[in-house]
């Protein structure tokens, strides 16, 4: 990837005290969490960013892939005490694609 110019970013969760398995360096993020739950399809996501200038104004076009492994997802608890399904997991965000335009004012202006 070095190679090609294409920035590469990875982020690595360790939960409780166990150890960080990649080592630290700049394209590296390590996160640490106390709980497994709805970490694990969070960090299984893909994107390319690239930085244009069209009309004198700077934009960030970005297309991705979220839920890279297409793993359930639940997107919501079932919280009420009395009901037959409590805490039962409810929704599925399957995989999908992402596309998001940032904007950053005028080209030159810092």
């Known amino acids: 990837m070095e190679r090609s110019g294409v920035p590469l970013f990875i982020g690595e969760c360790a939960f409780g005290d166990r150890a960080f398995e990649l080592t630290p360096s700049s394209s590296v993020f ?7 739950m709805w970490q694990k399809e969070r960090l299984l ?8 200038t069209l009309r004198g104004y700077r934009f960030a076009l970005r297309g991705g892939m979220d839920n890279v492994t297409n793993q359930s997802n639940a997107t919501a608890v079932n919280n009420v005490t009395g009901a037959p399904q409590f805490l ?3 929704g599925d965000e399957g995989r999908h694609f992402v596309v998001r335009i940032r904007f950053f004012g005028r080209a030159g202006v810092k």
């Not at 390590?30 to 497994?36: L, P, S």
């Not at 996501?45 to 244009?52: D, K, P, T």
């Open 88 to 90: 039962q997991f409810l």
């Open 30 to 36: 390590q996160f640490r969490c106390r709980d497994v």
């Open 45 to 52: 996501n893909l994107a390319i960013e690239r930085m244009v």
